[in-house]
Structure formats: structure tokens, C-alpha cells
């Protein structure tokens, strides 16, 4: 069981605005950033929003994101097909010690 | 270009000993934290370490604390991650990724291609 809580799928069709949510605790989203990364099958993932909504370069505008409290989005606008992958957040956890904690990962599919 | 090669992959048996590496090339090798980041067959993501650009500091997940142990060669622009007591539920595909901090975690953006590592009899 993953400490940050993701839906295992989520669906959009061509051009329509998608969003996954991500679920945390105190001792992680609700006291650090929140990390977003992307993965094709058979590939390492990549890293697609830092600091909550912060897009590293050659990532296009229409990924975003937001953060509040314990509870992150990630939010796709005009959906394409090439963005059918599993999107995964992530954070640090200030608890045992220390941690760095993922969702279980939603798997986006382009109807 | 900025890149992160990982070897030392492979099949062993339960309780065996592994020793995964990743040479880095095209940045500077001190100025970033590297992690660890491990894929089980059809799973998610697990973070499994982190060592800090300084060498100083690592982290480890619970999972793994105690039988693994990150380290690395500023020299040899090289992060290695030694795995002893190794059991069926360690077998993933094995991710060397940089963070963009110094210390630790504010987002893994340079990853390399992994090495699988199996454990079985």
C-alpha cells in the first residue's frame, strides 16, 4: 500500500482537460512539495512538475499542478493521445527519519 | 549530455549479495543528490535511497534499511548501491536517477535506463 493515494486509472478523450488527484498526510504534502512523474511502458519515468507546479523545461503549458494541504492535483488540458502513460506523484515524508514516499501510479488513458 | 548509466544487474539467489553502479557523465557529479529508485515487475514506483552530493548523508527506505547501503565516488563520477540479504521481494528494475537538489528529493529529473535485478533459486 503506497503512502500517497492515487486512483489506479482515470480517462479523457482528445482535447478534454483531465485531472488526477493525490492523497498524503501531514508529514508529507501537507509539509513538503509535491512531484509529478510521467512513465511509458518499458521506459524510466520523467519528470514532469516539481515544486508542486513547477514544469521543467521542455515540458509543454498544458501539464499543471496544484497542492493544498494534504492533497495534490495533477491537471492535463487539451488532452493528446501521446499522454496515455501512468503519472505518479511523489514527496518527501518527514516521518521515520525520513523517506521519500510515491502514489501508487494512475494510468491514464486517451479515448 | 547529461547521462546515467547503471550496471551490475543480474540474477541471484535468495540471500545472496548484489552490487548495482551508476557512472554519471555531462554534469557535476558533486553537485547533485542520486537516488535509488526501484520497479518490481508490473508495480509502481518505490524510492529505496538517496545519498547527498557531499557523500555525508543517505537515506533508505524501510524496506531495504539495514541490508542495503548506497555510497559514492565523487571521484569516478559513480554511485553504487550494495545489496546483501537480497530476497524474492527485491526483484525489480533498479533506476539511478538525479535529484536537483544537493541534499535530497526536489525531483529526480535525469534518470538512466535501469538494470534488473532477480532473485530467485
Known amino acids: 500500500q503506497s503512502v500517497l493515494t492515487q486512483p489506479p486509472s482515470a480517462s479523457g478523450t482528445l482535447g478534454q482537460r483531465v485531472t488526477i488527484s493525490c492523497s498524503g498526510s501531514?508529514?508529507?504534502?501537507?509539509?513538503?512539495?509535491v512531484y509529478w512523474y510521467q512513465q511509458f511502458p518499458g521506459t524510466a519515468p520523467k519528470l514532469l512538475l516539481f515544486?508542486?507546479?513547477q514544469r521543467p523545461s521542455g515540458v509543454p503549458e498544458r501539464f499543471g499542478g496544484s497542492k493544498s494541504g494534504t492533497s495534490a492535483s495533477l491537471v492535463i488540458r487539451g488532452l493528446q493521445s501521446e499522454d496515455e502513460a501512468i503519472y505518479y506523484c511523489?514527496?518527501?515524508?518527514?516521518?521515520?527519519?525520513?523517506?521519500?514516499?510515491f502514489g501508487g501510479g494512475t494510468k491514464l488513458t486517451v479515448l | 549530455e547529461v547521462q546515467l548509466l547503471e550496471s551490475g544487474g543480474g540474477l541471484v539467489k535468495p540471500g545472496g549479495s548484489l552490487r548495482l553502479s551508476c557512472a554519471a557523465s555531462?554534469?557535476?557529479?558533486?553537485?547533485?543528490?542520486l537516488a535509488w529508485v526501484r520497479q518490481a515487475p508490473g508495480k509502481g514506483l518505490e524510492w529505496v535511497s538517496t545519498?547527498?552530493?557531499?557523500?555525508?548523508?543517505?537515506y533508505y527506505a524501510a524496506s531495504v534499511k539495514g541490508r542495503f547501503t548506497i555510497s559514492r565516488d565523487n571521484s569516478k563520477n559513480t554511485v553504487y548501491l550494495l545489496m546483501n540479504s537480497l530476497g524474492v521481494e527485491d526483484t525489480a528494475v533498479f533506476y539511478c536517477?538525479?535529484?536537483?537538489?544537493?541534499?535530497?528529493?526536489?525531483?529526480?529529473?535525469?534518470w538512466g535506463q535501469g538494470t534488473t535485478v532477480i532473485v530467485s533459486s
Open positions: 536517477a538525479r535529484d536537483r537538489n544537493r541534499v535530497r528529493w526536489d525531483g529526480m529529473d535525469v
Open positions: 515544486r508542486n507546479n
Open positions: 511523489s514527496s518527501w515524508d518527514d516521518s521515520l527519519s525520513g523517506r521519500g514516499v
Open positions: 501531514d508529514s508529507n504534502l501537507g509539509t513538503n512539495y
Open positions: 545519498i547527498a552530493g557531499s557523500g555525508r548523508d543517505a
Open positions: 555531462g554534469f557535476a557529479f558533486s553537485d547533485y543528490a
